[in-house]
């Protein structure tokens, strides 16, 4: 391998770029091809195919959403107190206050 890469540094730049190219898209049909293969025989069983098919409906998770959050909503306003409960009122005493004089010099 180490004599594969001595050889390849002494090549052309578009050539190096060609073989850098060619193995990443070697890499990647070798990783897709991976991942094809376990989607499938995930996918292959019923209970996991109809699992699927009801979470891809983005209208339908939206509205649960929805739901989830108005009813999360609505239970800490129920327990929340009133506001004429939490408000007091403090009356205070007025002060007259002195005009102070500032100068300029």
Same mark, same amino acid.
């Given at each position: 391998?180490?004599?594969?890469?001595?050889?390849?540094?002494?090549?052309?730049?578009?050539?190096?770029?060609?073989? /850098?190219? %060619? /193995? !990443?898209?070697?890499? %990647?049909?070798?990783?897709?091809? @991976?991942?094809?293969?376990?989607?499938?025989?995930?996918?292959? !069983?019923?209970?996991?195919?109809?699992?699927?098919?009801?979470?891809?409906?983005?209208? /339908? %998770?939206? /509205?649960?959403?929805?739901?989830?959050?108005? !009813?999360? @909503?609505?239970?800490?306003?129920?327990?929340?107190?009133?506001?004429?409960?939490?408000?007091?009122?403090?009356?205070?005493? %007025?002060?007259?206050?002195?005009?102070?004089?500032?100068?300029?010099?």
């Amino acid at each position: 391998m180490r004599k594969y890469i001595q050889n390849l540094k002494s090549k052309p730049e578009a050539e190096r770029k060609q073989v /850098a190219y %060619m /193995a !990443t898209v070697v890499c %990647m049909v070798f990783v897709g091809s @991976i991942w094809i293969y376990g989607l499938v025989s995930r996918l292959s !069983t019923k209970d996991v195919a109809d699992q699927a098919k009801a979470d891809t409906k983005p209208f /339908a %998770m939206l /509205a649960n959403s929805l739901k989830d959050t108005y !009813t999360g @909503i609505s239970a800490s306003v129920g327990n929340a107190k009133s506001v004429s409960d939490t408000v007091t009122v403090k009356e205070e005493k %007025m002060i007259d206050l002195i005009p102070v004089e500032t100068t300029t010099q």
